[in-house]
């Protein structure tokens, strides 16, 4: 179909500003077909999850601050852009808080994931809402689509599956539809959430919205998906930690997938599969200079690259797992540990075995280490460092491994052809 598919993140869209730049995006491609999607505003997520957290905690204080905080951030925008209270937006962002208040105010009845996903995709709800009436304001043609009736997914909450079925044919009915009957005139809808076989919202894990684009771009057969980002471009290294990056004009799609697998934050991981599956080129492209080239992901026979590539995955833990017996490390007790991983949903960043014990670094989201922690030492002695970094360096080359490395007490190396990961301790302060 020939639709301009755009979305939109928080971390450019934060402020009434970020809203006015979409619109001014938009009339970059006058004419055209966009279906746009868009995350929560700014940092709206980590509030919302400050939020469940005190929720489940029972700490009401804390909670009801936050709801206050995250709703201030939301009516100080709606303010800056409509003006009086007499605008519609009004009464609807009210009744999205009022609805989010009432959730809060029950006792807890559902597990933990069900309940983040029920709490934490309100953060797309308000920003849509208000996107939706800004562009309306400007006078475009525009329909706000909710994303829990068109991506269908499985019930593993915060983490869902897309039921491609059942989404290949909402999208059909409903956007295909739409873009037939109107002619450049434009869909929005929310990233990153979606809808249970039950009825209850979903979320596909966290900075889900890329994948939301891949989702919707495949199942709308278009041809590239853009996704308006706050850097340039894909960079070899992330600018918070990096000050001199380069940018890249082009990556193929196995290149990405390294990437995303790696940690880099570019795009959320499950985003290049879909493109590449239906040959969809992914543009990542300047929110603030949109006049300018971004970086095409795309097929590729042949992808060079001059320069490494750095990933940076911080707040790691390195745990390592020997047999009580000192036995050695032998295939049914690797089989047993990944049981573990999997049944917790623990993704291992790197692993590494030696003769009696096995390492694995892995994210330290405490929900899921502490019983990860417990279950091994049912089993085995298990050991354990935090407060780690993992680097991963693609194309590597001497220079690149002293500069992350030099005066640095490294706790594990792995090196492939291409690949080569660090475990380091954090540098003294
Ligand atoms: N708002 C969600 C998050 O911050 C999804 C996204 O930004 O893509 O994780
Ligand atoms: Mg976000």
């Known amino acids: 179909m020939n639709v301009e598919v755009f979305k939109f993140g928080g971390a450019s869209v934060n402020s ?21 999607i868009l995350s929560a505003l700014g940092k709206t997520t980590n509030a919302m999850e400050r939020m469940l957290h005190h929720y489940m905690e029972k700490d009401a204080v804390s909670m009801v601050e936050e709801y206050n905080q995250v ?6 925008i709606v303010h800056e852009l409509f003006g009086d209270k007499t605008h519609p937006v009004f009464t609807e962002i009210e009744s999205h808080f009022e609805a989010l208040h009432r959730i809060l105010r029950q006792d807890r009845v559902t597990g933990y994931d069900e309940t983040y996903d029920r ?29 829990t009736s068109i991506l269908h997914t499985d019930n593993s909450f915060r983490d869902a599956r897309i ?3 059942k989404t290949q044919l909402a999208i059909q009915k409903q956007l295909f539809t739409f873009f037939q009957e109107k002619r450049g005139s434009i869909g929005l809808t929310q990233g990153f959430i979606g809808r249970s076989p039950e009825g209850k919202p979903t979320t596909l894990g966290r900075e889900g919205s890329d994948f939301t684009a891949a989702v919707i771009g495949y199942c709308m057969r278009v041809k590239k998906v853009t996704v308006w980002k706050d850097v340039p471009g894909v960079l070899n290294a992330d600018p918070i930690w ?10 193929s799609f196995l290149e990405a997938i390294e990437l995303a697998y790696y940690g880099a934050k570019i795009f959320h991981p499950k985003t290049i599969k879909p493109l ?15 006049e300018e080239e971004g970086t095409l992901v795309k097929n590729m026979q042949e992808w060079k690259i001059s320069t490494p590539i750095f990933i940076r995955k911080e707040n790691q833990v390195l745990i390592s797992i020997s047999p009580r017996d000192f036995s050695f490390i032998v295939e049914e007790n690797l089989s047993h540990i990944f049981t573990i991983l999997a049944s917790l949903h623990v993704k291992a960043n790197v692993t590494q075995n030696s003769a009696i014990s096995f390492s694995i670094c892995v994210d330290n989201d405490p929900v899921k280490i502490k019983p990860l922690i417990r279950e091994l030492q049912k089993t085995f002695e298990v050991r354990y460092n935090d407060g780690l970094e993992l680097y991963t360096i693609r194309h590597y080359t001497d220079e690149a491994v002293q500069r992350i490395t030099s005066g640095r007490n490294i706790l594990l190396e792995q090196k492939s052809r291409n690949t080569i990961h660090f475990v380091l301790q954090h540098p003294p302060q």
């Open 16 to 36: 009434a500003d970020g809203i006015r730049k979409v619109a001014q995006i938009l009339d970059l491609f006058p004419g055209k077909s966009m279906m746009l």
């Open 71 to 76: 709703k201030a951030y939301h009516l100080d």
């Open 119 to 147: 709490v934490v995709s309100f953060g797309e709800i308000f920003s849509t809402t208000i996107l939706y009436h800004y562009l309306v304001l400007e006078g475009l043609e525009i329909r706000l689509f909710d994303a």
């Open 163 to 165: 039921d491609w079925k």
């Open 242 to 251: 990096f000050d001199d990056p380069e940018k890249l004009d082009t990556l």
């Open 276 to 290: 590449e599956n239906a040959n969809i080129t992914l543009d990542v492209r300047s929110f603030h200079h949109p």
